[in-house]
């Protein structure tokens, strides 16, 4: 018996028929966008997410400003842990008549305060530098409500609370735009 040569097999090269390749994807899963708006070139990349996603687009200054307010958070509150009538009598023109503990406890409140502002100087990740930036704006507003009340309440205005007074209120707006720029969606390139 003569065997015959076996019929030469018929194969389909998915690489140059365009409809059977996007069929086969479309079929997996990648290629289309997802909810995200991100195109997917492979499976893998579509179970492990794409890194670039995470990568924090950081507007221009801002880690300078977390160290500046890292710096002046905390030599505030070394100021007023160690000198306490000082601070209080550059501030309010006035000396301290009552105890120093409720300076004391503001220079501890500002210490815990430039714990979190060098916490967010040295990591990458988005959420904790907004609540690093979120808590320095709150810091920056309530101050400035509580002393231009204690200023009412005393009846004078030194130029020094005015100075105060005003470097928390461009403090905080700096703070708030970065916030709002850090907050924004990327662009879709």
Request: glycine share 6%; charged share 20%; hydrophobic share 50%.
């Amino acid at each position: 018996m003569a065997s015959k040569p076996p019929a030469p097999l018929m194969k389909k090269h998915s690489q140059t028929d365009l409809i059977s390749r996007l069929k086969s994807r479309k079929i997996l899963g990648v290629g289309g966008e997802d909810d995200d708006g991100e195109v997917h070139r492979s499976k893998i990349s579509q179970m492990l997410g794409n890194e670039m996603k995470f990568a924090v687009r950081e507007p221009v200054g801002l880690r300078v400003w977390i160290l500046l307010s890292a710096v002046g958070f905390t030599a505030m509150a070394v100021m007023a842990l160690v000198f306490p009538n000082q601070l209080y009598e550059v501030v309010f023109e006035e000396e301290l008549s009552t105890t120093n503990i409720s300076v004391r406890l503001y220079g501890g409140a500002l210490l815990s305060l430039s714990l979190i502002m060098w916490n967010g100087l040295y990591t990458a990740e988005k959420v904790i530098i907004q609540w690093t930036l979120l808590s320095e704006a709150c810091y920056f507003a309530v101050q400035f409500l509580v002393t231009s009340i204690t200023l009412v309440e005393i009846g004078i205005l030194p130029n020094a609370a005015m100075l105060l007074l005003l470097s928390r209120v461009l403090f905080l707006l700096v703070t708030m735009a970065y916030y709002y720029h850090l907050g924004r969606k990327p662009k879709k390139i």
